[in-house]
């Protein structure tokens, strides 16, 4: 009798229409309450005169408490298969080992700059990893030249990604000057590529982040960034490939927020191109929110960055191993990356499909970065697009003057680096930086206040 109730029981649950009208009769059991009513609920049990007393005040804007402030839900692709990468370059110090101890700690992507060499990658299986090669606009064809070179050796397919990006190049190298002919150089170098799984649009645009930029400015000057590119393409009808490299700091909220809203402008940008497309996020991590003394406590902050990384749906991930220990180079680069995979294996965060969807207050910060953002991009453009822009020098000014305000707080201790500014076991003597510019964006070190 009672196996048969069961099997009853377990039919009507696979009916739709008895999961709706159960749940109708659950939510029915409830009373309706306004926004108004959890308001007065609020300040009743926290004992505070207004709901404005416990709205966050943040860098972007205010957080509200009561999910009735924001009601837009935004959703975002999530990649469960995300790699974890560690960046080589191919120099006099670059050693065959690195890579492969690298690869045998956990990595299954990595990224190499400067002219690759078979002798550097050997026994290195392109085949079931991502390889990424990064060329710089000093050298382009001596290194494209030998990665073809390279690339005609090894006869098994290479999946990842080519990357070329002479505005990012002319952004940070202030004696580089941009060129018009170096788009032309791009415009062919990606159409020749013909091998669609290294075919890519490569953005830069942890320049940005590293260079202090908002997070509203660090999206909107990578979407202007990338918008250049995409208006230089005749061919739009095959799907293009798009990696935007971001800088990922510690403030975890606007972190997460930031990943999901340059994701979906990124998709407005394109759709309105009329463009096919397929969008990869890359982090790294934020220089200045890094110690560059008591390194070991750079564990937890690099932990919380691979964190955001995942909720905020990254599919590329690159933790530095300088970052932890320069002196033991085989520790640091198991610790670095083993971060995310622990959160992968043992955490699980790479499970759940988009879990901050409906987060209300992720989703308030995501919504007023992206309005914010794409109204700032609209303003490059209307301005004459990213390279107009820059060469007025206005978003430098404004990094700079956003450096300066950040480490006059680091001198003043109304920021925290802990092990740095504060409680820290040695006596740190901070001082003023020099010669900060405005004429090029410039990677905030702490360094400089030693």
């Not at 002219?115 to 990064?134: A, N, R």
């Not at 990338?226 to 230089?232: D, P």
């Not at 430098?396 to 480490?407: A, M, R």
Request: overall charge neutral; hydrophobic content about 35%.
């Amino acid at each position: 009798m009672k196996s048969n109730f069961f099997n009853i029981l377990f039919a009507l649950n696979k009916s739709n229409n008895f999961v709706q009208k159960t749940v109708m009769v659950v939510w029915d059991e409830f009373d309706s309450c306004s926004i108004d009513d959890w308001k007065n609920k609020i300040i009743k049990d926290l004992k505070i005169d207004s709901v404005d007393d416990i709205t966050w005040q943040s860098s972007i804007g205010p957080i509200y408490p009561v999910a009735g402030h924001f009601s837009e839900v935004n959703s975002v692709h999530n990649q469960s298969n995300l790699c974890i990468n560690a960046n080589f370059e191919m120099n006099n110090t670059f050693s065959n080992s690195d890579v492969l101890y690298a690869l045998k700690c956990g990595a299954n992507s990595i990224t190499l700059s400067g002219s690759v060499q078979k002798d550097f990658l050997k026994d290195v299986m392109h085949e079931i990893i991502s390889t990424h090669v990064e060329f710089s606009s000093e050298n382009f064809q001596e290194e494209y030249n030998c990665w073809k070179e390279y690339k005609n050796y090894y006869s098994k397919e290479i999946y990842g990604s080519l990357r070329f990006d002479p505005i990012g190049d002319s952004t940070s190298n202030l004696d580089q000057l941009f060129s018009r002919d170096s788009l032309k150089t791009w415009l062919n170098f990606y159409h020749n590529n013909d091998n669609y799984s290294t075919k890519t649009i490569f953005v830069d645009g942890s320049i940005y982040g590293n260079s202090f930029a908002t997070p509203v400015q660090e999206i909107a000057y990578t979407l202007s960034h990338l918008n250049e590119y995409i208006e230089l393409l005749k061919n739009k009808k095959s799907t293009h490939k798009i990696i935007v490299k971001l800088a990922v700091g510690n403030s975890y909220f606007i972190e997460i927020a930031k990943l999901r809203a340059i994701r979906q402008l990124i998709s407005i940008v394109c759709d309105h191109h009329k463009l096919k497309y397929s969008i990869q996020i890359e982090t790294i991590a934020n220089n200045s929110r890094l110690s560059p003394n008591e390194k070991e406590l750079n564990l937890l902050r690099l932990t919380t960055f691979s964190m955001a990384s995942f909720i905020g749906s990254a599919d590329i991930l690159t933790i530095s191993p300088d970052s932890l220990n320069s002196a033991d180079s085989e520790k640091s680069t198991r610790l670095a990356i083993n971060i995310p995979i622990i959160l992968r294996e043992e955490s699980h965060f790479s499970k759940v499909k988009d879990p901050c969807r409906g987060a209300y207050a992720i989703e308030q910060i995501t919504s007023l970065i992206k309005n914010e953002s794409f109204k700032l991009f609209k303003e490059i453009e209307n301005f004459g697009g990213w390279v107009k822009y820059k060469q007025s020098l206005a978003p430098q000014k404004n990094c700079s003057k956003n450096t300066e305000e950040f480490l006059e707080s680091i001198l003043d201790k109304k920021e925290t680096i802990i092990g740095f500014n504060k409680y820290s076991l040695n006596d740190i003597k901070l001082k003023k930086p020099v010669g900060l510019t405005t004429k090029k964006f410039s990677s905030v070190n702490l360094e400089s206040l030693l």
